[in-house]
Structure formats: structure tokens, C-alpha cells
């Protein structure tokens, strides 16, 4: 079993409606983050939660939102999916900021 | 300037083959540095991190020169399966990891 899990793998969707991505990890890792990447541009952050009581913006959070359900979990919004939100989403983990992130299998998120 | 730059690519090499790739980094405090290997819309996986003396693991070497701030990994006798894009990942030490965007490698037979 993988140790970062995501779901829904793919996702077609239509503008305006409320999506959720999930993250589940069983690496038990404190530190999780949700990223999206788009060609040319690389991995950009979005959020990232270091315990379940700490949540913080990255670069590119307009439009997102998340919840850190437990340890284990942490999971993305997009309130009103727009089509420039259509990308590849990952989310990763890491025990310290010195150790390598874990990444998810990613999401394809389509949005018409 | 880009935090993290690294040249896009592609480096068309024959099977067999010695490619190197380096990447330069613009924060001289950057503390963590890690070699990931992203094939076509999959997740990246990290390929080995990056220590200040130089670490290898197999075919391939990483290397750290922190005067010059870039990094650098070779791979040696190069693998059609070694095919991929390479993602160079820095951490200046504080809560983010800063990704390149990658250079791609294509072994042909």
C-alpha cells in the first residue's frame, strides 16, 4: 500500500462547483502540504499544515482552501472551481524540514 | 532570478553514456538539497539527497558546491529506463522546499 494516498486520481468537473481532494498518509509525518503543477512552471505550494492546530498559506492559495482532519489527513477545496485551477495535484509529506517529502500518487484535475 | 534554476532540457544521450545536470540555487542559506526523478505525469520521487562532502548511490553521484550555489548529479552508463525529468529541490531551512522545473533526459538506444 502506498504510504501517501490520494483520491480521486482523475477528476473532470465543471466551473463553479465545489471540489475536494484528499490526502490520507500512514508515514506518520507531522508536516503535510498540497502543491499543483503545471508545465513550465514546476511545483508550486498551496498550503501546508505542520499539526493538526497549524495551517498555513503558500505561495498560491487564492481559490483553495484545506482542513487537517487529523494527523494523517489533509485535505484541498476549491470552493468554485474556475478553469484556470485545472492541473496536477500532489500532496507530500516530511518529518523535518531537513528530510525528503513523500509525495502522493497526484490528482489530474480537470475543470470545463 | 528564479530561487531554483536548472536547465529544461532535453539531453538526448546514448545508452551508456555519462550526463550530468547541475542546478543553482540563489539563497545562500539554503540548508537541504535533494535529487528527485519525475516520470510524465507521475509524482517525483526522490532520488537521493544531496550531502556537502558528495554522496553516490550506485550510478549516480550528487554533488554540493555551496560557494558557487548549485548542485549537481551525474549518472553514469545511462539506462533507457533512466528516461525522465530530474527535479532539483532546495530547502533554505524554514518551513518550504523550493523545486526547479526540472530537466528532462531522454537514453536512446
Redesign the interface.
Known amino acids: 500500500d502506498a504510504d501517501v494516498t490520494q483520491t480521486p486520481r482523475n477528476r473532470i468537473t465543471k466551473t463553479g462547483k465545489r471540489i475536494m481532494l484528499e490526502c490520507s498518509q500512514t508515514k506518520g509525518h507531522d508536516r503535510m502540504y498540497w502543491y499543483r503543477q503545471d508545465p513550465g512552471l514546476g511545483l508550486r505550494l498551496i498550503y501546508y499544515s505542520f499539526d493538526v492546530k497549524d495551517i498555513n498559506k503558500g505561495e498560491i492559495s487564492d481559490g483553495y482552501s484545506v482542513s487537517r482532519q487529523a494527523q494523517a489527513k489533509f485535505s484541498l477545496s476549491l470552493e468554485s472551481a474556475i478553469p484556470n485551477q485545472t492541473a496536477l495535484y500532489f500532496c507530500a509529506t516530511s518529518d523535518r524540514i531537513d528530510q525528503p517529502q513523500h509525495f502522493g500518487d497526484g490528482t489530474r484535475l480537470s475543470i470545463l | 532570478r528564479k530561487e531554483v534554476e536548472q536547465d529544461?532540457g532535453p539531453f538526448n544521450v546514448p545508452e551508456g553514456a555519462t550526463v550530468a545536470f547541475n542546478c543553482t540555487y540563489s539563497n545562500s542559506a539554503s540548508?537541504?538539497f535533494?535529487w528527485?526523478r519525475q516520470d510524465c505525469?507521475?509524482?517525483?520521487?526522490?532520488l537521493m539527497?544531496v550531502y556537502s562532502s558528495g554522496n553516490e548511490d550506485g550510478r549516480f553521484t550528487a554533488q554540493l558546491n555551496r560557494a558557487s550555489q548549485y548542485i549537481s548529479l551525474l549518472i553514469r552508463d545511462s539506462k533507457l529506463s533512466d528516461s525522465a525529468t530530474y527535479?532539483c529541490?532546495v530547502?533554505p531551512?524554514?518551513?518550504?522546499?523550493i523545486?526547479?522545473?526540472?530537466t528532462r533526459l531522454k537514453v536512446l538506444a
Open positions: 529544461p540548508q537541504s535533494f528527485y505525469r507521475k509524482e517525483p520521487k526522490l539527497s527535479l529541490v530547502s531551512g524554514t518551513y518550504k522546499y523545486f526547479g522545473t526540472g
